[in-house]
């Protein structure tokens, strides 16, 4: 069965803002992530597509926002727990994945931990991160 793709880009605002733009593809063709239109594709393709696709599909815009990055709009992954989620869901479900860094365009590998430190420090009765 024909799958899903999808892809994402990092667009850091500030220090403390990480955008995630996500685009898919079905068949090589674009497909809108708006609520409405994503629904109504996956709706009228269900049958054609591999289980686990329909499935990402569908808990897929609950973790998109609309948000304007310089001129453009996008469907993207703005919240940490919708980023952290999306990852969990893209693993769950192997989908296939690219992400696209400043201008560079990679598959991500789902089966190696993500290249990412966490510093932890105690401050009084609570963890720091």
């Excluded at 880009?9 to 063709?29: F, H, N, Q, Y």
């Excluded at 980023?83 to 789902?110: C, D, H, M, N, R």
């Amino acid at each position: 069965m024909e799958r899903l793709h999808v892809q994402i880009e990092c667009i850091i605002e500030d220090p403390s803002r990480l955008v995630m733009p996500v685009t898919a593809t079905w068949k090589g063709d674009p497909i809108s992530l708006s609520l409405g239109a994503f629904m109504t594709f996956l709706m009228q393709h269900e049958k054609e597509m591999a289980p686990e696709d329909v499935e990402f599909g569908y808990v897929l815009p609950k973790y998109l926002k609309k948000v304007q990055v310089g001129p453009q709009f996008h469907m993207a992954l703005v919240e940490d727990w919708d980023q952290a989620f999306f990852f969990e869901k893209v693993i769950e479900y192997q989908v296939p994945l690219k992400w696209t860094y400043q201008g560079q365009t990679s598959p991500v590998k789902i089966n190696t931990p993500l290249p990412i430190s966490i510093q932890v420090s105690k401050k009084k009765k609570s963890l720091v991160c």
